[in-house]
């Protein structure tokens, strides 16, 4: 994928999160890290790294690149929780609210920092 086509994926992503929070927040999730996950290969690609094969070369790369702890960290959460939902029994530990702190803090902090 190129940049653009990354960005516009995440994009995507992001609006399938909208479509879905309120109805599966576990989905949601998902497509809310998918959509980080696209803007951070977006901004890998303008380092001139291409798009990486995995989650652990993308944070390997996300390091290397002197992204600050905080953006790495956001960016883990937000993938952590998309496991939990895929994964695990995420009934209790993931509802809405949790979900819209999520998409307010540590998604946006990776986006406005990978702009």
Known sequence: MTERQCRDQAQRNLKVYEHLKDRYVDWAAVALFCSALH????WLQRQGIR???GHMARAQYLARCGVPDAVQS????LREVSELARYHSWSGLLDLSRLDQ???NEYQTVVDHLR
């Open 39 to 42: 803007h951070v290969d977006a």
């Open 51 to 53: 798009r990486p094969g």
């Open 74 to 77: 956001a960016y883990q959460s």
């Open 102 to 104: 999520l998409r307010s």
